[in-house]
Nanobody
């Protein structure tokens, strides 16, 4: 059975840091990533990483996380991490781990067939 289990969410003050982790089990994925969904907004891509080679992709959205967030993988533990620094109130959202059996740099949620349950990140200003 395929499972993606997120951990590491919580409440943090603006400017602080959090580290999210997603443990995968049940099969091997070629790409894993993170999406987030704020209240009243659509789910949006944050970052992804290829399992082989560690190629990373980050969102190009206006409120870019590039430079503040870093995605990484631990192949031995089959885990993908998202280190979030200099957090802002607008980063508040439910963060979802996603996985694909294919290599993809897509930012579209439909490219990812497997999803975790989500972990809440709240940044207080």
């Amino acid at each position: 059975q395929v499972q993606l289990v997120e951990s590491g969410g919580g409440v943090v003050q603006a400017g602080g840091s959090l580290r999210l982790s997603c443990a995968a089990s049940g099969r091997t994925f070629r790409t894993m990533g993170w999406f987030r969904q704020a209240p009243g907004k659509e789910r949006e891509f944050v970052a992804s990483i290829s399992w082989s080679g560690g190629r990373t992709t980050y969102t190009d959205s206006t409120d870019s996380v590039k430079g503040r967030f870093t995605i990484s993988r631990d192949s031995a533990k089959n885990t993908v991490n998202l280190q979030m620094n200099s957090l802002k109130a607008e980063d508040t959202a439910v963060y979802y781990c996603a996985a694909s059996s294919s290599f993809t740099r897509s930012t579209m949620s439909y490219e990812y067939a497997y999803w975790g349950q989500g972990t809440q990140v709240t940044v207080s200003s």
